[in-house]
């Protein structure tokens, strides 16, 4: 499985997620890609007002901030 992080470029937020999401996926084997949202009018519509948002495969998990704690948590759920 693949998690899809969607972002902006000089996002603190962002920066932020992507550093627990780089912990967490280590730690399970997961790989991460990382989409600019500025890239494409269509993801900035639709996820301009809301990123940073981490997605596994076609399921959110989580938009916003979160730490390392919960996204284990969060990941723990969809990996069942």
Sequence with gaps: MQLTLYGRKDCC??????????VVAAERGLGVVKVDVDGDPALAAAYGHEIP???LGPARIVAGRVSV???R????????
Excluded: G, S
């Design 13 to 22: 937020l962002c920066d932020e997620m992507a550093e627990a999401v780089a």
């Design 73 to 80: 948590a969060l990941l723990a759920r969809h990996l069942r």
């Design 53 to 55: 948002v981490l997605c």
């Design 69 to 71: 704690r919960a996204l």
